[in-house]
């Protein structure tokens, strides 16, 4: 969890080494996964790679609660599943119900689960900078609500509610089509393969959806008085279009989505080829 978010901010303490890549061409590779949880217990010791950890699973409970509370207040009332059976024109009318109550819940769920998120990221960019600023739950929400008030609490908000209803609506009705016109009734295997179609369809949309996710995390922490979120280390972006703006320009949108193989954003001229 830290050594992605820490990849995500782009805090890289460590050189990066050369490699190959499927080519055979030499690139600049950065720490994996495993290097980079190494360098944070040389620094921190095992209970750095915790960081955060006690607000995330906080903001996990409240999420996991909020949405059990919101599908009892508003039941869809005779769901039903898609099955082939039904026709086109009521199995995505099906879909469109399903997917816009999901909906529902997890706007509802992201809202109040929110500003214990923000917290969490706030606590973890603190290794940057080796600042203590954030040390508590309790102490973290009367500074936030005090240095910048209740909207404090809800930067990053909307990049990550845009994340995930373009990642329910894209999942749900991409697996639908496919489901739909692409797996023949006379295969075998139809039922199998329509099983597993919305998870390789999640699998596939969470990567185009990575920005928001990316964007909002960095949001949640620029110009919120921490080493990391401030210049020259990182700028203050106005809004979260200006952050989206600035990583598309710097070829990063996608920085921090890998944590084995992980490139280094510099021309491949920059280093030795020999």
Known sequence: LLTRFLSQVGHEPLP?????????????????????ARHIVEVDGKRGLFRGLTPRLISSTLSTITRGSVKKAFPLEDM????????????????????????????????????????????????VGREVKYSGVFSAIGRIFKEEGILGFFVGLVPHILGDVIFLWCCNLLAHFINTYAVDDNFSQASVIRSYTKFVMGIAVSML?????????????????????????APAFPSWIHCWRYLSAQGQLFRGSSLLFRRAPVPAASFPID
């Open 16 to 36: 990066p080494t050369v490699g190959r890549n499927v080519l055979g061409r030499k690139v600049l590779y950065l720490p994996g996964f495993f290097t980079y």
């Open 80 to 127: 039903e599943h898609v099955s082939n059976r039904d026709d086109v024109k009521t199995s995505l009318r099906k879909v469109v119900r399903e997917t816009s109550h999901e909906m529902m819940m997890q706007c509802v769920s992201r809202v109040v689960s929110h500003p214990l998120h923000v917290i969490s990221t706030r606590c973890m960019v603190q290794f």
């Open 209 to 233: 959806t990575y920005p928001f996710l990316l964007v909002g995390d960095l949001m949640a922490v620029n110009n919120c008085g921490l080493r990391a979120g401030l210049p020259p280390y």
